[in-house]
């Protein structure tokens, strides 16, 4: 079992850059992959960017390259999303999420077994 807590979200203009937090806790958690996730109203949740089991390999969607980062500290047990140059199209609410065994991390929601409460992001232009 794994519990993921979202935190660091809030309103910020465009232009702008936020950094999420994702605290992990629960069994043998260094062998989760963990993914970002976002989520607007009235649409699907789309892939953002995710680390791999091992932190060997990163995956971002084209829509984020560039601009957000990725990087996980096992001292602390999180996984930070860092985003810069926010655009209004980047507003939703973000979700991490554990794939156990994921040493190839990909951005495909089903794949991944725990998520957590979401934390919620508002660009404005």
């Known amino acids: 079992q794994l519990q993921l807590v979202e935190s660091g979200g809030g309103l910020v203009q465009s232009g702008g850059s936020l950094t999420l937090s994702c605290k992990i806790s629960?069994?043998?958690?260094?062998?989760?992959?963990i993914g970002w996730f976002r989520q607007a109203p009235g649409t699907e949740r789309e892939g953002v960017l995710c680390i791999s089991t091992d932190d060997s390999n990163t995956n971002a969607a084209d829509s984020v390259k560039g601009r957000f980062t990725i990087f996980r500290d096992h001292n602390e047990n999180t996984v930070t999303l860092q985003m810069n140059n926010l655009q209004p199209e980047d507003t939703g609410v973000y979700y991490c999420?554990?794939?156990?065994?994921?040493?190839?991390?990909?951005?495909?929601?089903?794949?991944?077994?725990?998520w957590g409460q979401g934390t919620p992001v508002t660009v404005s232009s």
């Open positions: 629960g069994f043998n958690m260094a062998s989760y992959g």
């Open positions: 999420a554990g794939e156990r065994y994921a040493y190839v991390c990909a951005l495909l929601a089903e794949k991944y077994t725990y």
